[in-house]
């Protein structure tokens, strides 16, 4: 099936069931993927922590050095890339790094191009520490470290800004990838029962307008036997604020065909990204 053109071409992000066990989470999420490939996405994105199951204690276990292309996730990821020659988005890992003799973890996704070479690397920056009482407390810096880069990547159609889910919240880190010439912006995400229903669409809806590009939140299936609950609903929202393609929590595969002339006309017609009062205010990357 023929998706693309030079202004257009179809992205998937697979909300896969994740399980405890590594072995068939990756060979699940390759399956996912190749039957995205073969429906004709070119860019497809798995969800955050789609090798493990998303629970601060179990990262270290679960961490792998994604600088040994061996490793099971990354080799899985570049092979099943190059394999359908697409762009992969691989949702995120628990990263392990050695630094001064010491191990740390970050929450990263690896972005790999049709030739399975790694095109990008992003660690989330802002780490999920919150405690709503009564409902949810989680601590992503027990055992992980933020990382310190604004990741955006090159494809054929587009320049693509990467974020990890709680990472959405924060207005300036999608505005420095838009800057840097983003036309779409990708955040693999695990929001929860509280936060989803209240925040999960709002939040999406408000980076494609606030930047005018197209936003894709991409999750793991709800499974009621992990510790943690998400609230699915992966969905891809466009320039002007509308949801173009959406789930509910099972197991699916959301398909979007992307029309970056809808980019280029609503920036043209209400060109706020022109606009900025940069006499008044500024924002800087460090
Ligand atoms: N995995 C995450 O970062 C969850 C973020 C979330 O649920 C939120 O409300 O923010």
Not at 186 to 210: C, I, K, Q
Not at 219 to 244: C, D, F, K, Q
Not at 245 to 273: H, K, Q
Request: hydrophobic share 35%; net charge negative.
């Amino acid at each position: 099936m023929s998706t693309t053109s030079t202004k257009s071409f179809r992205f998937a992000g697979i909300q896969l069931h994740v399980t405890s066990d590594k072995e068939v989470n990756l060979r699940h999420a390759v399956e996912k993927v190749k039957e995205a490939s073969k429906n004709g996405a070119r860019v497809v994105c798995l969800p955050e922590i789609f090798n493990s199951p998303y629970q601060s204690s179990l990262f270290p276990q679960y961490a792998e050095d994604v600088s040994d292309p061996s490793s099971p996730s990354p080799k899985a990821l570049s092979d099943v890339a190059k394999e359908e020659k697409i762009y992969l988005i691989g949702g995120s890992i628990p990263e392990r790094e050695a630094i001064n003799g010491e191990d740390k973890i970050y929450n990263t996704c690896l972005i790999y191009g049709p030739d399975g070479k790694l095109l990008a690397k992003h660690r989330k920056v802002h780490l999920f520490d919150i405690d709503v009482p009564g409902k949810i407390t989680f601590r992503e810096s027990d055992t992980l470290t933020g990382g310190n880069d604004v990741t955006v990547f090159p494809t054929e159609w587009c320049d693509i800004g990467v974020g990890i889910c709680y990472d959405i919240r924060f207005p300036e880190l999608a505005q420095v990838a838009t800057s840097k010439g983003s036309k779409m912006l990708v955040y693999p995400g695990a929001f929860n029962m509280t936060t989803g229903p209240a925040h999960w669409e709002l939040l999406l809806r408000s980076r494609a307008v606030d930047n005018q590009l197209f936003v894709a939140g991409v999750a793991p299936a709800r499974n009621l036997e992990s510790s943690y609950h998400s609230w699915g609903h992966t969905s891809v929202i466009e320039p002007w604020g509308s949801v173009l393609s959406t789930t509910e929590e099972g197991p699916s595969i959301v398909y979007a065909d992307i029309d970056l002339d809808r980019v280029d006309d609503f920036r043209s017609s209400i060109p706020t990204l022109r606009q900025k009062r940069r006499d008044l205010y500024e924002l800087v990357e460090k």
